[in-house]
């Protein structure tokens, strides 16, 4: 069973920076992307960074220059760099592996930017 867990989250002040990791656990075959979403209270999952295998990183408009998404497809992990963050930054960060028949979700991690 294909398990994705989440670290790195936590509270920072506005300028501040967090390393958020995701790894995998479990047998992934055929790999298409992995990336993360974010979801604020009262609002809908959405796409901060994905990167596709043999692709390159896509980024939301609003974390563009800020955030920088890694992959180790060998270690199945996959990280976010996030500098610069700003207050509505906040939002429970989710890791996404998809392959080209399923897509797979970690529990979530909290990141919250406030002085």
């Known amino acids: 069973q294909v398990q994705l867990v989440e670290s790195g989250g936590g509270l920072v002040q506005p300028g501040g920076s967090l390393r958020l990791s995701c790894a995998a656990s479990g047998s992934i075959a055929n790999i298409a992307a992995m990336g993360w979403y974010r979801q604020a209270p009262g609002k809908q999952r959405v796409l901060v960074a994905t990167?596709?295998?043999?692709?390159?990183?896509n980024y939301a408009d609003s974390v563009k220059g800020r955030f920088t998404i890694t992959r180790d497809t060998a270690k199945k992990s996959v990280y976010l760099q996030m500098n610069s963050l700003k207050p509505e930054d906040t939002a429970v960060y989710f890791c996404?592996?998809?392959?080209?028949?399923?897509?797979?979700w970690g529990q979530g991690t909290q990141v919250t930017v406030s002085s």
């Open positions: 996404n592996i998809r392959t080209f028949s399923n897509s797979y």
């Open positions: 990167m596709p295998t043999g692709g390159t990183a």
